[in-house]
């Protein structure tokens, strides 16, 4: 039956994919929480179209029956759908423990509303390190040299040839962490996600799934 923390995936992921209407265009994320929303999504046979955030996860859901297009024309979604490392109370994400965080962070921006599936390991009372990071093969170890506390995965690059690394220092204030990667030459994308790129957190306690209203309306 698997482990409680296993239970509450499902649980998020299962009262996510209530959220998922005929018609609607929708992001998949990345990750074991994902894994269990997709046989959910596949068991509702409904009339959508899907974009994937990585290779696995449009693996998963072609051999379940959902058909994933290319991201390259579509510009818009209604929803997306992802797991996270840690969610702070102020509704400010870690993503990309599992190296998709580019790909994953260009879907949530196009999708209307970002939903969060999370069993309660997530919650946290503050982010902390690591924090993923996805860096320029060219140049890296100049990129390397301007960024304190940065150390390379021991991971396959990205589907784009990125190489996956994780800042290890003090975090601080995050919108300011969040900005020093920003600006920085060779940094692809970081793994802080802003409160106000995420629509509603769904985390599970137990059998119990919490809806947290981030940016979205209140339920
Ligand atoms: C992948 C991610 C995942 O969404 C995040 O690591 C959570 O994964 P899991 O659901 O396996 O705990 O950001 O890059």
């Known amino acids: 039956m698997g482990s409680a923390v296993e239970r509450e995936k499902k649980a998020a992921a299962e009262a996510a994919v209530l959220m998922v209407k005929d018609g609607m265009t929708v992001g998949l994320g990345t990750g074991t929480t994902v894994a269990y929303l997709l046989p959910a999504l596949a068991r509702r046979?409904?009339?959508?179209?899907?974009?994937a955030t990585s290779p696995?996860?449009?693996a998963a859901a072609d051999a379940l029956g959902i058909r994933v297009e290319p991201f390259d024309t579509i510009d818009r979604l209604d929803l997306a759908i992802d797991g996270a490392d840690q969610v702070s109370p102020?509704?400010?994400?870690?993503?990309?423990?599992?190296?998709?965080?580019?790909?994953?962070?260009?879907?949530?921006?196009?999708?209307?509303?970002?939903?969060?599936?999370?069993?309660?390991?997530?919650?946290?009372?503050?982010l902390h390190s690591p924090i993923p990071l996805e860096l320029l093969e060219f140049g890296l170890a100049s990129t390397l040299r301007r960024l304190p506390s940065v150390a390379?995965?021991?991971?396959?690059?990205?589907?784009?040839?990125?190489?996956?690394?994780?800042?290890e220092g003090d975090l601080g204030d995050p919108t300011l962490l969040a900005?020093?990667?920003?600006?920085?030459?060779?940094?692809?994308?970081?793994?802080?996600?802003?409160?106000?790129?995420?629509?509603?957190?769904?985390?599970?306690?137990?059998?119990?799934?919490?809806?947290?209203?981030?940016?979205?309306?209140?339920?």
Do not use: M, N, Y
Request: aromatic share 6%.
């Open 45 to 51: 046979e409904l009339s959508i179209r899907c974009v």
């Open 179 to 219: 900005a020093f990667f920003g600006a920085t030459p060779g940094v692809v994308e970081h793994g802080l996600f802003p409160p106000d790129l995420v629509g509603t957190v769904l985390i599970a306690h137990g059998a119990e799934v919490d809806v947290i209203a981030v940016s979205d309306p209140a339920p």
């Open 56 to 58: 696995r996860t449009e």
């Open 90 to 126: 102020d509704g400010w994400l870690v993503k990309g423990g599992g190296a998709a965080l580019t790909r994953e962070k260009l879907v949530a921006v196009t999708a209307d509303r970002f939903i969060i599936i999370a069993d309660s390991t997530k919650q946290v009372d503050a």
């Open 152 to 167: 390379v995965r021991r991971v396959p690059k990205s589907p784009d040839g990125g190489v996956i690394a994780d800042f």
